[in-house]
């Protein structure tokens, strides 16, 4: 039988990966003279495509201007998912996880007649450097133009930047 590496799972249960039913958050690493800039996607329910309008892209930005633990960067809207980039606002930051509960819980006060609108949890990463956020920022913002809901991505209605993340 051929070798095969191992990465962040137990050897011993290798179905523990296909069991898995959320994706694993994992603390974000400070490392010297470096931004901590995480990449976030969260889903619509049942991906109904409900998130690209005027209603809900409103009511994310004042969550999000309000939220105490991230700020959030640049974001795209998509009909049924989300992808931001944050970074912690404060030292000692609580999870991702925990902090997206925290604003799609706020929202969902906010649009009672769209729920349930959130799928339950959501995917990050943390970005590794100039280059990743850029490729990251490139690959998203085209996603209008990919499904063609827009010629040109700058047409997009549904995306922002509310802090500059700077690398």
């Not at 050897?11 to 490392?31: C, D, G, L, T």
């Amino acid at each position: 039988m051929p070798h095969r590496p191992v990465f962040g799972y137990n050897a011993m249960n290798e179905n523990s990966v296909s069991a898995r039913k959320h994706p694993v958050h994992m603390p974000f690493m400070e490392r010297h003279n470096q931004p901590v800039i995480i990449f976030v996607t969260i889903c619509s329910h049942q991906r109904r495509p409900v998130l690209a309008c005027h209603q809900v892209h409103d009511a994310l930005i004042r969550v999000w201007s309000e939220s105490r633990q991230y700020l959030v960067g640049c974001y795209i809207i998509m009909p049924d998912h989300i992808h931001l980039f944050c970074s912690p606002a404060v030292h000692e930051a609580e999870g991702i996880a925990s902090w997206g509960r925290y604003w799609k819980r706020a929202v969902s006060r906010q649009l009672n007649d769209l729920n349930p609108l959130w799928q339950r949890d959501c995917w990050d990463t943390q970005l590794r450097g100039v280059s990743h956020y850029r490729e990251k920022w490139d690959y998203v913002r085209d996603n209008p133009v990919r499904k063609e809901f827009v010629a040109d991505s700058d047409d997009w209605k549904y995306q922002g930047c509310l802090n500059e993340l700077r690398w």
